[in-house]
């Protein structure tokens, strides 16, 4: 018994200590910069849309948080976040690839001085319920552009369909290859309809933000 408890507690530092390590990782931009050939295909062409589990456009990167596009990318390879295609891309990278490449989205396109407003739009009809409900901007921030902690997502200006396709995804369980694992976001997406997380996708997309998508060429 002694034994197979500290092989769990071995087992337990062991992996504490590795994600410890991909989050301290300095990312370099410039070396991302030749780090993306994968992602620009996706996520440098606008208005580019994928067909899994269901047609939308992929997000827009460019000005997302550092700390938030590496934390997608672990989670990707450790599988809370279920798909295929970006599990086969996050296993190909390293630890110091993902700092690179999340250094440089989060300064791709980057406009020195650009002031956002301090709050959303003022919502109508049963948008302002349904945010109540939701608390959303306790963690996404009151303009959803300003998240409380750079490991969340900004979501103001996103893409709506995919918005609304990532809000059902926290509500899927028990399929291999889609959904994702989050306790919060799978506790708040469960209050919704499908109707109102379209509601919800809509008006936040509306929202002025920091995310771009920016045109990349493969042939750099």
Same mark, same amino acid.
């Given at each position: 018994?002694?034994?197979?408890? &500290?092989?769990? /507690? ?13 989050? @301290? ?9 030749? *780090? ?5 295909? +996706? ?35 450790? %599988? @809370? !976040?279920?798909?295929?295609?970006? !599990?086969?891309?996050? @296993?190909? =990278?390293? @630890? ?7 250094? $440089? ?18 919502? &109508? ?13 306790? +963690?996404? %921030? ?21 918005? $609304?396709?990532? =809000?059902?995804?926290? *509500? ?7 959904? !994702? ?8 997406? *469960?209050? /919704? ?18 995310? *771009?998508?920016?045109?990349? &060429?493969? /042939? !750099?």
């Amino acid at each position: 018994m002694k034994k197979f408890v &500290s092989i769990a /507690f071995a087992v337990t530092v062991s992996v504490v200590s590795t994600f410890s390590f991909a989050q @301290d990782v300095k990312g370099d931009a410039n070396a991302g910069s030749q *780090k993306i050939a994968m992602c620009i295909g +996706c996520h440098g062409i606008i208005g580019y849309q994928a067909s899994f589990p269901e047609v939308y456009k992929v997000p827009k990167i460019s000005g997302q948080s550092e700390k938030y596009i590496s934390t997608v990318l672990n989670d990707y390879k450790k %599988g @809370d !976040r279920k798909h295929p295609t970006m !599990r086969g891309i996050a @296993d190909s =990278l390293t @630890d110091k690839d993902i700092a690179d490449i999340s250094a $440089y989205y989060a300064n791709h396109g980057k406009v020195d001085g650009a002031v956002l407003p301090d709050k959303a739009t003022e919502p &109508s009809g049963n948008v302002a319920s349904l945010l109540t409900k939701g608390a959303c901007t306790s +963690c996404h %921030g009151a303009n959803f552009a300003k998240p409380i902690d750079a490991s969340y997502p900004k979501i103001a200006g996103q893409n709506a369909d995919y918005l $609304y396709v990532a =809000l059902k995804s926290y *509500k899927v369980e028990g399929n291999a290859k889609w959904g !994702r694992s989050n306790g919060v976001m799978g506790g708040v997406a *469960k209050q /919704f309809s499908t109707t109102e997380l379209k509601e919800l996708a809509n008006y936040v997309a509306a929202q002025q933000g920091d995310l *771009k998508t920016i045109p990349q &060429s493969k /042939f !750099r």
